[in-house]
């Protein structure tokens, strides 16, 4: 089992659409649970980062942890077409962000 | 705005053949990473770095792996004799904190 699985995709969606993106993992010890954005060729972009259970928001941008569940997700509000990447959802044991464990990522395509 | 730099963006290089990459962290950073990513496949970790000593590694970063910081600027990975599947992009992270910056990755391209 990974212990970081997220929702292949790709996804494709209208502009202004609302984008769901989800992950979820098995180990409960992971405690930080991060989004990044990876374009074509280029390195990961860290857009939020939570610490256990809760809800982070960041102006388009929300992350949701459930660690009851082990679910980690990355809502995109009025999606534009500069959203179109790939998502990548990683998660942590400790603070600096150490061993990330990443997810296989999220390909995304806002569409004018 | 300060970012993690990389050099070469490319490295094409033969079978057998000693490879190094750089990394230029940002300077307030504390903790340095090596990870990579094949091509279409997940960003794997395979080294932190904290304190000139390797704090943790994967099981990718064998024997033929190993990282310096010799001047206290440049962070390098040498791959001693590359194979054919070492072939991916390779990035290096900082962070001083939580939050981890990724550099824009050495494409290593073995023949």
């Known amino acids: 089992q990974k212990e970081v699985e997220q929702d292949p995709g790709p996804l494709s969606v209208p502009e202004g659409a609302i984008v769901s993106l989800n992950c979820t993992y098995s180990?409960?010890?992971?405690?930080?649970f991060m989004w990044y954005r990876q374009y074509s060729r280029k390195g990961p972009e860290l857009l939020m980062y939570?610490?256990?259970?809760g809800n982070k928001e960041d102006g388009r941008f929300t992350a949701q942890v459930d660690k009851s569940s082990k679910y980690i997700s990355l809502f995109i509000r009025d999606s534009q077409p500069s959203d179109s990447a790939t998502y990548l959802c990683?998660?942590?044991?400790?603070?600096?962000?150490?061993?990330?464990?990443f997810g296989d990522g999220t390909t995304l395509t806002v569409k004018p | 705005e300060p970012e993690v730099t990389q050099t070469p963006s490319h490295q094409v290089t033969q079978m057998g053949q000693e490879v190094i990459l750089r990394c230029v962290p940002i300077?307030?950073?504390?903790?340095f990473y090596w990870y990579r990513q094949i091509l279409g496949q997940k960003v794997e970790f395979l080294v932190s770095?904290?304190?000139?000593?390797?704090?943790?590694k994967s099981e990718i970063f064998d024997d033929q792996f190993s990282v310096e910081r010799p001047d206290g600027s440049n962070f390098t990975l040498k791959i001693r004799s590359t194979k054919l599947e070492d072939s991916a992009m390779y990035f290096c992270?900082?962070?001083?904190?939580?939050?981890?910056?990724f550099g824009q990755g050495t494409r290593l391209t073995v023949v």
């Open positions: 990683a998660a942590a044991y400790n603070t600096n962000a150490g061993k990330s464990t």
């Open positions: 180990n409960s010890a992971f405690q930080y």
């Open positions: 939570t610490y256990s259970s």
């Open positions: 300077s307030n950073h504390l903790y």
């Open positions: 770095f904290y304190n000139n000593e390797i704090s943790e």
């Open positions: 992270a900082g962070a001083r904190d939580t939050e981890a910056f």
